[in-house]
């Protein structure tokens, strides 16, 4: 999640610093590259991630159709310029991805039971990003990244899921007025596909299991 515009040096510092953090945390924590999701995961890894993104998108689409038709405050500035594309979609679900649910998720699923581990690590997330007004939003997005990443146990799942749900809420608010005359059962079809793909990979995850 972030706010827009990008503030560049200081947004590419930051997860410059997450990807430097990342290795020592898990040295520190003794967790293993596999436990950290460093694996492809087979094609279930990124059909979850293409369904978590699509899931996630929408209800990010519908959150700014609702405030567009209620008039509230809209944390998301109208303009969107290539290096927030460049940051927000490629560059900072790679790096948080790595350091929230590979390192810190992985970590603390370890010790903690499944529910805290997911709890704890979007509430860290969720503080370093304390400054944004959608804490609640937020923080129910990163958990919905650790179930992704828990599922498939590969990075590439919450990468692609976390890529795709900016992608849609950047292009939803670059096109305000599509948005708010966007029929619902075109978002009640977007979430079925996107259910779809999610027990698809998680079945055949499971299978593999």
């Not at 706010?3 to 990342?22: E, F, K, Q, R, S």
């Not at 809420?169 to 793909?197: D, F, M, T």
Request: charged letters at 10%.
């Amino acid at each position: 999640m972030f706010i827009l515009p990008v503030l560049l040096p200081y947004t590419l510092y930051l997860l410059a610093g997450m990807l430097l953090i990342a290795p020592l945390v898990m040295w520190g924590a003794r967790l293993s590259p596999a436990r950290a999701g460093w694996r492809v995961g087979g094609w279930p890894a990124p059909v979850l991630g293409i369904g978590w993104g699509l899931l996630l998108g929408t209800g990010m689409v519908a959150w700014l159709r609702l405030l567009l038709h209620t008039g509230n405050y809209l944390p998301i500035a109208a303009r969107v310029q290539p290096a927030d594309w460049a940051v927000l979609a490629l560059a900072a679900p790679v790096a948080e991805e790595i350091l929230f649910r590979g390192v810190l998720f992985g970590a603390l699923q370890r010790s903690w039971s499944l529910f805290w581990a997911i709890f704890l690590s979007a509430g860290i997330d969720t503080a370093v990003h304390s400054a944004q007004p959608w804490i609640a939003i937020h923080f129910t997005v990163a958990a919905a990244y650790a179930v992704a990443f828990r599922q498939s146990g590969s990075l590439l799942t919450p990468v692609i899921a976390h890529a795709l749900a900016v992608s849609a809420l950047l292009l939803a608010r670059l096109h305000p007025a599509a948005v708010q005359h966007l029929p619902a059962w075109s978002l009640y079809i977007v979430v079925a596909v996107a259910l779809a793909l999610i027990c698809a990979g998680s079945l055949r995850r499971r299978r593999k299991v």
